[in-house]
């Protein structure tokens, strides 16, 4: 963009104010010793001449000098001698001297036709009375020093500028100093006797723009000293206002400390308010009126603004646009050819012009599509503009909107969609729209798809909707939960001769998978001949779709170098190329495939990168299926601050049927964490009906029944996982990997003393695990596994499970089958080994923020692996009853290897009563350390949990 420099004084000669008052005081001190002066001030809009000339007032009076002064003014230009009369009548002087100044003064409006008078501004019979007022003026400055100050010279009329003419030509040895302000106004060409008096001063005053130290200055010196960090605040200020003395002033007024608690914005930047915004409407507002004008077509072309552009707009010579420009330029309100900050551009945007706004935008929009301006620029007028000119314009705005996407600029692109809908009214082309908007919607706030679902579904019944707007139709059938239209919409697409050339197609089948936990692909000739065979065989997987980057590919066919770098190359591409279920279901292959640190990392990338794109849908997706992989770690505390970040990013209703995915995890992390009364008010949340119709159901389902065991609901849990496995088996998706619905049903089996059912559901969740992800899900069979079997065979179970969940790294499963272990250990008397394998899952817990770890079977040794006990008790039995409750419940837990300082923390009692408690059971039982404690103490009655 071009700079409108003009021809000029230098700005590099500028002067701040105060060597321009040394200036003004040197010129007045030679005056004084008889050597006339006639000082020229000019300087850009709002530089402070005003100010400057006043403050030379004062100082002049202060030395003893006869001060005269006056103020050209655009409605009294055409006043013959209003300057000279303002003159005389602006000090008091002798009545005397008042007199014989007037009678030499002929105030009167100049007539239209007096040509003589408009060409050189004096009459013949007035050059003897100028004669006479100028010899009038020395003569009184023969007594005193003199001072002529004549502020806005460029308005003053031809007759008074003649007379300071006739008064500059006689100052040579005059005690008399003149000093004239005018504006630095590039390309003005004034009368000619105005040119001749400013032709050649004595002395030339150019004021220039503030400099960040004059700033600076300007506040310490002001009744805002206290402005928190005013030093640091210099250069805002300078950026905000262009170094213009009034908007500086402005800004101070504004930043005053009686306002310092009502600041806004960011700590260290100042407040604008409207001190600031009206001293920039009295800048463009003082001169030229054509300088508003130019000033908002500037502000509404923008970058596009070329002083022919702006002509067009305002039908305005380009030669006048551009002293406009160069005018701005100089006042520091213009920077580069732009409005010098975004403050200053949105106070000519926000004044009120009404229709003439609309006309405006409308025009410029028209103007740079001529111009062949990006689409993003004309849909920004139109915006502005509030309507649509022509079916050019929808073009426009549809352009637009997709660029604004590619920018990550969603607020621009539904401003754009949102107008193109309304101008397009029922026509063909707000289908398009609707179809954009409900695309953009799932970038950050899903819900607000929904007023156009039905217009969308309405067009479809009608044939009306091409296959690529009917892509984000059926993606919000699937997080809503209408899997039988999103199924029926999804293969209509696929085999139609589009399936092809539609975009999204293959991100909407994975995403089809994620939510319900198989791909939706064109039935087999098979199951068109016979639907319950299809659905009892599940959705048809070719060889050709054994490589896709989905769960269920990796759980049937196993992991495979071409699918894991499928999932890296979905995970490789730029954010919003793809759909969040698409990046989800990468991360969970590579994740189950064992892959932990690719997933890590990839998933760092991408949340990264949703934050700074402020992509709230993709970051909700993300921190879902991060709690999920931290939770399949047993990093509970981090699995829980993942999941209420994936609630707090979308509301309920945005989630749809998919909110059970963060929801779920949530619920287990607080069940394993022992936080019952936080799980217990998740599940009080209500859910869609249609959850319960996806795989976020199941999980919901399993989550739920897991924190029914865990407060002794053992019903509750039971209906829980046998709904649950009854959905997966329906849907054809019984995978253990998916949801371990057995493992659950088993425990819940435990519970109720049905061991022969638990070994045969676990023992069928093991002969169903697939080629990959087993270890951790064989870990975790095996250990319930041993639970329902004799005890002389579980710690051979619980061994392998314990290697298998190492290899898997879940901690929080390995915590437990380590406690399962220890019970092992000590209901077959051997407790040493017992304390050890004790103490290692308690470390194990502790690093997966949990202290609570239930083991499977706990306190008693099955029925079939037991002798009878006499009726009577034994020696041991009588020794353990012979201790007080509050030494059996210290023993109890010495006997299963908790330290003394765990067992003050569950027993809320010191250390030294835990010794104290010690020393007198081993009194008491005639024993001298932990390993000799009897075994009786774990069958004991206490109250206390391992």
Known sequence: MQSWNSRGEDPSMSMGKKEALEVLSSSLTHAQDGCGRLVL??????????????????????????????????????????????????????????????????????????????????????????????????????????????????FADNASLQALLFLQRRLRSARVLVVLSSWDRPGYVGPAVQTELMRQPHRRVVLGRLSTDEITE?????????????????????????????????????????????????????????????????????????????????????????????????????????????????????????????????????????????????????????????????????VSAGKVPGPWALRALRQAADQALADH?????????????????????????????????????????????????????????????????????????????????????????????????????????????????????????????????????????????????????????????????????????????????????????????????????????????????????????????????????????QAREALNRLHSQSWGAAIGFPLSTLILAETAMGRYEEASKLLDMVVPEAVFDTVSGLHYLYARGHYSLAVDRVLAALGDFERCGALMQEWDIDYPALVPWRGGLAQTQLRLGRTKEAAELVTQQLDRIGPSDCARTRGVSLRVLAAASPLKERSSLLQEAVRLLEQSEDRLETARTLNDISQ?????????????????????????NTEVVHPLQVLRVPKQATRRQPETPTHEAAEVLALSEAERKVATLAAYGHSNREIGRKLYITVSTVEQHLTRVYRKLNVRQRADLPSELTRSSCDVRP
């Open 409 to 641: 600029d969603v607020d621009s692109a539904v401003r754009s969609l949102e107008l193109g809908l309304r101008a397009s009214g029922q026509g063909p082309d707000a289908l398009k729209f609707r179809a954009a908007l409900v695309h953009v919607a799932w970038r950050v706030n899903p819900s607000a798809a929904a007023p156009h679902i039905f217009p969308l579904y309405d067009a479809l019944n009608r044939g009306q909707l091409r296959s690529d707007d009917t892509v984000p139709l059926i993606r919000h059938l699937l997080w809503q939960g209408d899997r039988a239209m999103a199924a029926r919409l999804l293969q209509s697409i696929a085999s139609s001769p589009e399936a092809g050339r539609t975009v999204g197609l293959p991100g909407l089948r994975i995403a089809h998978e994620w939510i319900y936990g198989a791909p939706c692909e064109p039935p087999t000739d098979e199951s068109a001949v016979s639907p319950a065979r299809s659905r009892a065989k599940g959705p048809a997987v070719g060889p050709q779709l054994r490589e896709c980057p989905t769960l269920s590919t990796l759980w049937r066919y196993g992991t495979s170098d071409a699918l894991l770098n499928s999932a890296e190359h979905i995970l490789q591409g730029r954010l919003y190329d793809t759909i969040p279920e698409t990046a989800a279901m990468a991360l969970l292959v590579l994740h189950h495939a064992g892959h932990r640190k690719q997933a890590e990392y990839w998933h760092s990338v991408l949340s990264a990168e949703a934050t700074r794109l402020d992509a709230p849908t993709w970051q909700a997706v993300l921190a879902s299926v991060g709690a999920d992989m931290a939770m399949r770690h047993g990093d509970l505390a981090r699995a829980a601050a």
């Open 41 to 154: 001030v000019t300087g850009s809009l709002t530089s402070g001449k005003t100010t400057l000339l006043q403050q030379f007032s004062e100082i002049s009076e202060a030395s003893g000098a006869t001060v005269l002064s006056a103020t050209g003014s655009r409605a009294e230009r055409d006043l013959h001698m209003g300057i000279v009369w303002q003159l005389v009548h602006s000090t008091p002087i002798s009545p005397e001297t008042v007199r014989r100044f007037s009678r030499l003064i002929r105030v009167e409006t100049s007539a239209e036709n007096d040509t003589e008078s408009l060409s050189s501004g004096l009459r013949q019979d007035d050059v003897l009375a100028l004669h006479s007022l100028s010899s009038s003026l020395l003569t009184l400055a023969r007594s005193r020093p003199t001072v002529i100050i004549v502020d806005d010279l460029h």
């Open 218 to 382: 300007l506040v310490m010196e002001s009744d805002h000293r206290d402005l928190p960090s005013a030093t640091d605040l210099s250069e805002a200020f300078r950026s905000l206002s262009g170094g213009n003395p009034l908007l500086v002033r402005a800004l101070l007024d504004d930043n005053a400390p009686a306002v310092a608690d009502e600041r806004s914005g960011d700590a260290g930047r100042p407040l604008v308010g409207e001190a600031f915004q009206q001293a920039v409407l009295d800048c463009l507002h003082r001169w030229d009126p054509a300088l508003m004008k130019v000033a908002r077509g500037l502000a509404v072309l923008d970058d596009h603004a070329t002083p022919e552009l702006i002509g067009r707009l305002l039908t305005m010579q380009p030669d006048t646009v551009a002293q406009m420009l160069a005018i701005l330029e100089r006042a520091g309100l213009l920077h580069q050819g732009r409005l010098s900050s975004p403050e200053i551009a949105a106070v000519v945007r926000g004044t009120p012009l009404g229709e003439e706004t609309t006309r405006l935008y409308s025009l410029a929009a028209e103007l740079l599509y001529e111009h062949g301006a990006i689409a993003r620029d004309v849909a920004r007028c139109l």
């Open 824 to 848: 092992v250990h000590h209901a077959l008397g051997d407790l040493g080994r017992a304390r050890l394998v004790a103490r290692r899952a308690t470390q194990e817990a502790k690093a997966c």
